[in-house]
């Protein structure tokens, strides 16, 4: 279902346009319709033949309620462009347009109201002053169609015209989004909000979540156009009874999604464009940025031709690809417009963003393969949610984590690099361990796995990792070394200490990992067969004995019996209740 929203001059008779057009009065307060002056959104509908039943939001057209304007402007589909033609054009007429322009409303009916007020010479020169004004921008086609409401000329012609494009909008999506531009609180029913549900379709019974916050709500019931429906879909207007929030939870410009789809930003990077009024955007100028229903503080940080690196005072749900607007807080005045390019920049931001050539036509999973080209390695998760739903086939996929086969050939480049200095610091050592690569790299020990086991240069040994072709060899020096310290320790079960066997860290480390020595302490090994000895000795002192009992039967000092039995303990072959030790 496609949302029509208005736009125009104040007093140019737009909500009068709709309630001709639908038969509803769009204006709520009793203030508006006092002063006969729209103060914020309104909403209707109708059926339209041939575009089936429509939603309408009404704008305000006053300069002073322009926030208000943008509140609901972002969800139109069709724009229903208002003009008197007894007053031509006005500075609301080019500063709405200006904001249909910069969003892309590119489908819409420019209604050249209050034709019944002038002469057929006052309506053509006014018809031609829009056609002239309208070159240039998103509408620079769009039909104009002469209407009056009080007499009802040409309210059917623009009926058709609104149909016709309506019928042409096309409704999909799976991630439902709804910016929220009403909430109150119903008695007996609790709180309910409005917006323009866009992207998907939620049903009564979904559970959703509001951000920022990720507060979790759950539709309890559903009206739309004031009748309770059970599913609403892209463009509908909507009114959601939640449950789980207060109404103080829900102000305007929060957004209603499926959990875990979505991701807040404080700071992207956009492609700009100022209004067509304006010469030139100052950099340092206040900013409020209109995004959904919401309007936050901004500041340009940087930029660099039609890019923008932008900070937002809180956090907002976005995606590449959504539209904002920018509007100059000093002259009340919308000023500039965009595009979301990357929704979490990192360094070089705009180096970067120059990259990314995001247009309506671009689907999900080319707008992540876009993303991840520019970030090298990211979540498939978060690709998803800065995307709309997208992920990018060429990738390669460890986990939950995608990388450019550029990013991934670069991390086995590094892996090697590492793997070679230790062989060089640590040449009797098998390798370094995947887990102190993983360390190194900042990345998960999943990925240091793929990366060895897709390389020709790299394989796996044990925990360790190695060059292919190292091997590791013993010089006649070092086999000395440890012939000597073998026959050492083969002198008794007192042995000398590592420092004192002098085979140093590197031989001492080759021989524990071949198994030709067993390390009972930081400063103890033994042979093998030693080990076994000692096993022996252990299982011999029956159960329930103590140090100075084990001492005693083996004629070791304490400096040997005691890690001796904490090794046992260790191993599993004996369990310490307080000072004596039992056979497991």
């Known amino acids: 279902m496609p949302l029509i929203g208005t736009a125009g001059h104040v007093d140019h008779g737009k909500s009068t346009l709709v309630e001709a057009l639908t038969g509803r009065d769009p204006d709520r307060w009793e203030e508006e319709k006092r002063r006969g002056l729209t103060i914020d959104l309104g909403f209707a509908w109708a059926r339209l033949e041939g575009a089936g039943e429509v939603s309408f939001v009404d704008v305000p057209g006053h300069e002073r309620f322009l926030k208000n304007m943008l509140a609901g402007i972002e969800a139109v589909d069709v724009a229903l462009f208002v003009v008197a033609a007894d ?11 200006a904001v249909l322009d910069l969003l892309g409303v590119g489908s819409g009916v420019v209604a050249l109201t209050k034709v019944d007020l002038v002469d057929d010479e006052t309506a ?22 002469p209407v009056s409401a009080r007499t009802g000329s040409g309210i059917e012609a623009l009926r058709t015209a609104l149909a016709h494009r309506a019928a042409e909008i096309a409704d999909d999506g799976d991630r439902p989004r709804l910016w929220i531009d009403r909430a109150f609180t119903v008695t007996g029913a609790g709180t309910v909000v409005t917006g323009s549900l866009i992207d998907g379709w939620i049903k009564v019974g979904d559970k959703l979540e509001v951000l920022p916050g990720r507060r979790s709500v759950r539709v309890r019931g559903m009206q739309s156009h004031e009748t309770e429906v059970a599913t609403a879909g892209p463009g509908r207007r909507v009114a959601l009874n939640l449950s789980g929030v207060e109404r103080s939870q829900v102000p ?21 464009r100022t209004a067509r009024y304006v010469e030139r955007l100052p950099q340092k100028g206040s900013f409020h940025l209109h995004f959904g229903s919401g309007a936050h503080p901004a500041v340009i940080k940087r930029r660099e031709g039609d890019l923008a690196l932008i900070q937002v005072a809180g956090a907002v749900p976005m995606r590449t690809g959504d539209r904002f607007i920018l509007r100059d807080t000093g002259r009340r005045l919308v000023v500039a417009g965009g595009i979301v390019l990357d929704p979490d920049p990192g360094p070089s931001a705009l180096a970067l963003a120059s990259s990314l050539r995001i247009d309506p036509s671009c689907d999900p ?18 690709l998803a949610a800065h995307s709309g739903g997208g992920s990018p086939p060429e990738a390669v996929v460890v986990g939950a984590l995608a990388l450019t086969r550029d990013r991934f050939e670069d991390l086995e480049h590094q892996v090697e690099v590492l793997v070679t200095a230790h062989h060089d610091d640590h040449p009797l050592r098998a390798g370094i361990s995947a887990a102190t690569l993983a360390t190194s790299l900042g990345v ?39 012939r000597q310290a073998e026959s050492r320790l083969r002198s ?53 004995f103590t140090v100075s009992e084990f001492r005693d039967r083996t004629g ?23 000072d004596r030790r039992h056979l497991r």
């Open 252 to 272: 305007r410009g929060s957004m209603l999604g499926i959990p875990g789809q979505w991701l807040t930003s404080n700071r992207f990077t956009g492609r700009i």
């Open 492 to 544: 008794g079960l007192a042995v000398p200490t590592e420092v004192e066997l002098g085979l140093g860290a590197e031989l001492t480390h080759l021989m524990v990992r071949n198994g030709r020595l067993v390390r009972v302490s930081d400063d103890l090994l033994f042979l093998p067969d030693q080990i076994d000895e000692i096993v022996a000795m252990i299982r011999s002192m029956g159960d329930g």
């Open 444 to 482: 998960s020990q999943d990925l240091i796995d793929r990366i060895v086991e897709q390389s020709s240069g790299l394989e796996r040994i044990g925990p360790d990792v190695a060059l292919a072709d190292h091997s590791l060899d013993i010089d006649e020096a070092m086999g000395e070394r440890w």
């Open 87 to 97: 007053e031509g054009w006005k500075p609301q007429s080019e500063e709405h347009l």
């Open 124 to 145: 053509e020169l006014a018809e031609l002053e829009v056609r002239e004004k309208l070159a240039g921008s998103s509408l620079s086609s769009a039909e104009i169609i």
């Open 556 to 578: 070791l000092s304490r400096k040997y019996a005691v890690p001796l039995l904490e090794w046992a303990d260790k191993e599993g072959l004996t369990v310490r209740r307080g």
């Open 365 to 382: 999973d080319q707008i992540a393969t876009d993303l991840l080209a520019v970030r090298g390695t990211d979540g498939l998760s978060r």
